[in-house]
């Protein structure tokens, strides 16, 4: 979460310049692709406002294609992330029959604008459950999948008021079954959490309790929940949700200040008339000094742990699902990778697949197909195409185009899905022969592929 949003549509940088620069040096030394996230960190109602405008929505999305091929320090990024949160638990349901066509416009928008670039979209959003009756349906999944080239669902926050899990193995499976019918799965991940929750509240409820005593709930990041039960000799358990659970008792002694005690004065003043209830002087009261008071404490806890976390990415594997994302990084501990490393290799390894059918010519049109595939990640890749006039005596360029090769293709490696294909068409070829090549770049074209070619001629239409 790099980006923010503003009222003027552009996307401030939320964190420190230097620190984003170092940790994309970090992926790219890595050969790691890098898609920032924009947080959409503006109030209620601006970013529906913008997108309901045309203009406002062109210049949006011309602030973002910007920020995605200008980057850190003029190194362009490989794609873009939304997160525009604000449309759920901001501008309210009643508002979402409005926003979201406006929503499907911008998204669509966007990833035309993108993927001419060779560019890759992204959207995270909450998710729908029980079938579409349950849940964020403002961002109309089936609408945007065509659009976008990953869309993730953040499952995660299924107990907010009152003590629960976080990501209850149900609530996912619900989701799972839902999202994977609007979209293609190959295009889906599973956001899963990698915090929990603490609750306290007052056990006894005819308990007075002092003022130091807190009570509502604050996130546990998965890494210190053992040290936290240890610290209170308490052995958690595995609640039925999957995750795990674990609680305790503490009496809390204190003073009770607010609000005040109140006290008679003894003996009460009489006898003096001329004012108050039947002519008499109401007794005297005056404020107590603070009393102290015991009352008792209840802690739940509730947080996923490295098991229960696996259980979600077996089930979004099991779903043909890409994969899973963690929120996030940082908060897990070493026993989660320890259960990613057991799981099944869903995807080979090996060089990359750029390659290009045979032209296939339609009078003076000729349309290009093909696959840029690379083994490891299942991302659309950016792909040049190069169409050259071949003549006895030189070689002439006649167009240079980019595109993302995302369109379907059959027969491809397993575990990944069918957006890798090569399309694009050309038309009113003169006759001649002619050559056309496809160069493939991955991560931010810090690598390219070899440059496979296909040659092919027009011919004078008949007379």
Known sequence: MWYGTSA???LPLMGS????AATVSAARSNGLPVIPTVFDSSATGVMRAIIHDPARRKAHVQHIVDVVTTGNGGVAYDGIDLDYEVFAFGDGRAAWPSITPDWIAFVTELGGALHAKGKLLSVTVPPVWNGGADGYTVYAQHAIAPAVDRLRLMVYDWSNTSPGPIAPRSWVQSVLAYSSAQAPTSKLQLGIPGYGREWTYQKVSLQVCPDRASFGHHSIVMSAA???AAAHHVTPTRDPSGEITFAWDEQVTGPRVSPPVIQPVDPPVTGITGWGDNGLLRPALRLGSPVPVTCTVRHVVFVPDAASMRASVDAALASHWSGAILWALGYENTALYQ??????????????DVRLDAPVITDTSVAV???ALHPQFDLPLPVTLTLSRITPSNITVVSTRTLTARATRAGLAAGVGPFHGIASTYSSLTPGNYRVCAKAALWSGATTTPNPCRSFSITAPAV
């Open 17 to 20: 310049a230097a620190d984003l």
């Open 339 to 352: 259960q990613l490393g057991k799981v099944a290799q869903q995807r080979s390894g090996g060089a990359l």
């Open 8 to 10: 003027d549509g552009r």
């Open 369 to 371: 197909t093909g696959v």
């Open 226 to 228: 053992s040290a936290l």
